[in-house]
């Protein structure tokens, strides 16, 4: 029960299938809300070692273990009270309060209690009925030098990409990649916020931890919604310099449920791209497993992604790789393992503008990399010298396509490169005209 008038109120649970916890687990008692501010309760049960002349009382290493938690997106005070009451008098065990600060989603107050004080040690069998309260006063937001005093440590930037984000993107004219450079949706929590807490605050919503490449595509490597209750921001964060973080966010109806995701899993985002409109749109991401065989995800892409007016003008199916590339794989009948897909790779399915359309691999590429348009601050033109090691230096200088590996992706900043480029030749020319002179002056 709560009574939440005011900036004060009283929490009251009771947990009536406590032994049902297994030892060493912590359950999560469902949300609520007190002085405008989201709670949540934890309740754990921790089996201590025994020695040798203890180990008659089966109960006597056996230890309640409480969690207080602030479920919101704000730093919250309070002055609280907080444990198990006599479940026959309901009466505190302790008549304590504490001045306390939680950073969002952060852990507020714990506490342990030895069943033996909870109920009457004659009983043959304890009840498995327990009364957690959390007793709020002056609950409120933070004022920062509480905030400061109160060690709820760094702050974490969470880069939210959702399908929006990847439209936008894709909008752009940026063909590959999928990860938008600058994320609109941000949200800030600490090092002491709790990954679950976070995760789990919307039951419709889940997110997947993603490494952002350089070249604009996601690694997904876990599911934050399947973190232990105990993990914190601080420890996944990798940058202590600049805490920041990439998720994916995947929202479902009520009526369904997210598949579960393990060491097998694969996420796949899928692209469209019409050729009687020329751009790209984005129809959603899919989980497989490693061992999925390719035509099977492409039959779940036409089910649940594709219009059904696309897949009978039928399509042709891309699988993106590395250096802007791509490899067909309508007819592929492999694994999603066997030709290399990693969870975060990028599908493209390009509809056909007439049902006999026949267009080589290679076509099909020139066509994307024409149309695609880097992220801005990228480099765009970008040459490597190699195999130059037999060049003869002379008072002139010749580059072979043998020579001179060259990429031009934007024409917005060919020009600077050109001209970088140029530099290069012409420092290279003076050095080799005073390599000539200096070799003709020892020769006299």
Same mark, same amino acid.
């Given at each position: 029960?709560?009574?939440?008038?005011?900036?004060?109120?009283?929490?009251?649970?009771?947990?009536?299938?406590?032994?049902?916890?297994?030892?060493?687990?912590?359950?999560?008692?469902?949300?609520?809300?007190?002085?405008?501010?989201?709670?949540?309760?934890?309740?754990?049960?921790?089996?201590?070692?025994?020695?040798?002349?203890?180990?008659?009382?089966?109960?006597?290493?056996?230890?309640?273990?409480?969690?207080?938690?602030?479920?919101?997106?704000?730093?919250?005070?309070?002055?609280?009270?907080?444990?198990?009451?006599?479940?026959?008098?309901?009466?505190?065990?302790?008549?304590?309060?504490?001045?306390?600060?939680?950073?969002?989603?952060?852990?507020?107050?714990?506490?342990?209690?030895?069943?033996?004080?909870?109920?009457?040690?004659?009983?043959?069998?304890?009840?498995?009925?327990?009364?957690?309260?959390?007793?709020?006063?002056?609950?409120?937001?933070?004022?920062?030098?509480?905030?400061?005093?109160?060690?709820?440590?760094?702050?974490?930037?969470?880069?939210?990409?959702?399908?929006?984000?990847?439209?936008?993107?894709?909008?752009?004219?940026?063909?590959?990649?999928?990860?938008?450079?600058?994320?609109?949706?941000?949200?800030?929590?600490?090092?002491?916020?709790?990954?679950?807490?976070?995760?789990?605050?919307?039951?419709?919503?889940?997110?997947?931890?993603?490494?952002?490449?350089?070249?604009?595509?996601?690694?997904?490597?876990?599911?934050?919604?399947?973190?232990?209750?105990?993990?914190?921001?601080?420890?996944?964060?990798?940058?202590?310099?600049?805490?920041?973080?990439?998720?994916?966010?995947?929202?479902?109806?009520?009526?369904?449920?997210?598949?579960?995701?393990?060491?097998?899993?694969?996420?796949?985002?899928?692209?469209?791209?019409?050729?009687?409109?020329?751009?790209?749109?984005?129809?959603?991401?899919?989980?497989?497993?490693?061992?999925?065989?390719?035509?099977?995800?492409?039959?779940?892409?036409?089910?649940?992604?594709?219009?059904?007016?696309?897949?009978?003008?039928?399509?042709?199916?891309?699988?993106?790789?590395?250096?802007?590339?791509?490899?067909?794989?309508? $007819?592929?009948? /492999?694994? @999603? !393992?066997?030709? &290399?897909?990693?969870?975060?790779?990028?599908? *493209?399915?390009? =509809?056909?503008?007439?049902?006999?359309?026949?267009?080589?691999?290679?076509?099909?590429?020139?066509? $994307?990399?024409? /149309?695609? @348009? !880097?992220?801005? &601050?990228?480099?765009?033109?970008?040459?490597? *010298?190699?195999? =130059?090691?037999?060049?003869?230096?002379?008072?002139?200088?010749?580059?072979?396509?043998?020579?001179?590996?060259?990429?031009?992706?934007?024409?917005?900043?060919?020009?600077?490169?050109?001209?970088?480029?140029?530099?290069?030749?012409?420092?290279?020319?003076?050095?080799?005209?005073?390599?000539?002179?200096?070799?003709?002056?020892?020769?006299?």
């Amino acid at each position: 029960m709560g009574d939440g008038r005011g900036q004060r109120g009283v929490y009251e649970y009771h947990l009536n299938n406590f032994k049902a916890i297994p030892g060493g687990a912590m359950a999560l008692i469902p949300s609520f809300q007190l002085g405008d501010f989201e709670w949540r309760v934890g309740v754990g049960r921790h089996i201590q070692p025994l020695c040798s002349s203890e180990a008659a009382d089966e109960h006597r290493n056996e230890m309640v273990q409480l969690a207080l938690f602030s479920d919101d997106s704000e730093t919250v005070y309070s002055e609280i009270k907080f444990g198990i009451v006599d479940p026959k008098e309901a009466k505190w065990l302790s008549d304590e309060r504490t001045s306390k600060v939680a950073a969002p989603f952060a852990c507020m107050e714990v506490c342990s209690i030895d069943v033996r004080n909870l109920w009457d040690p004659n009983q043959r069998e304890l009840s498995d009925t327990l009364v957690v309260r959390a007793d709020f006063k002056n609950i409120r937001a933070a004022t920062h030098e509480e905030q400061r005093s109160s060690k709820i440590g760094r702050r974490v930037k969470i880069q939210i990409i959702d399908k929006n984000s990847i439209n936008k993107r894709l909008n752009k004219k940026r063909f590959f990649g999928i990860a938008p450079s600058a994320t609109e949706r941000n949200c800030t929590v600490y090092c002491t916020s709790h990954v679950h807490n976070f995760s789990t605050k919307d039951p419709n919503c889940r997110y997947l931890l993603c490494e952002r490449l350089s070249d604009g595509n996601l690694i997904a490597k876990r599911c934050l919604n399947d973190a232990p209750l105990d993990e914190t921001f601080g420890q996944i964060v990798k940058n202590d310099a600049h805490p920041t973080l990439t998720v994916l966010e995947e929202i479902k109806r009520s009526d369904e449920t997210f598949q579960v995701v393990d060491d097998n899993s694969v996420f796949v985002f899928i692209k469209n791209f019409d050729p009687n409109f020329g751009d790209l749109s984005y129809l959603g991401f899919l989980q497989a497993k490693k061992t999925t065989k390719c035509q099977s995800l492409l039959g779940q892409i036409e089910r649940q992604l594709m219009d059904d007016d696309d897949v009978t003008r039928g399509y042709n199916a891309y699988l993106e790789t590395e250096m802007r590339n791509i490899e067909e794989i309508t $007819f592929n009948d /492999s694994t @999603v !393992e066997e030709i &290399g897909m990693y969870s975060g790779n990028c599908i *493209i399915i390009r =509809c056909k503008k007439t049902p006999s359309e026949e267009l080589a691999v290679e076509e099909v590429l020139h066509g $994307f990399q024409n /149309s695609h @348009v !880097e992220d801005e &601050g990228s480099e765009c033109m970008q040459f490597d *010298i190699v195999n =130059c090691n037999a060049m003869e230096m002379s008072g002139h200088l010749e580059f072979t396509d043998d020579c001179v590996h060259h990429s031009v992706t934007s024409c917005d900043q060919a020009q600077a490169s050109f001209l970088r480029l140029a530099k290069l030749l012409a420092i290279s020319f003076a050095f080799g005209c005073t390599f000539e002179l200096l070799r003709g002056r020892q020769a006299t």
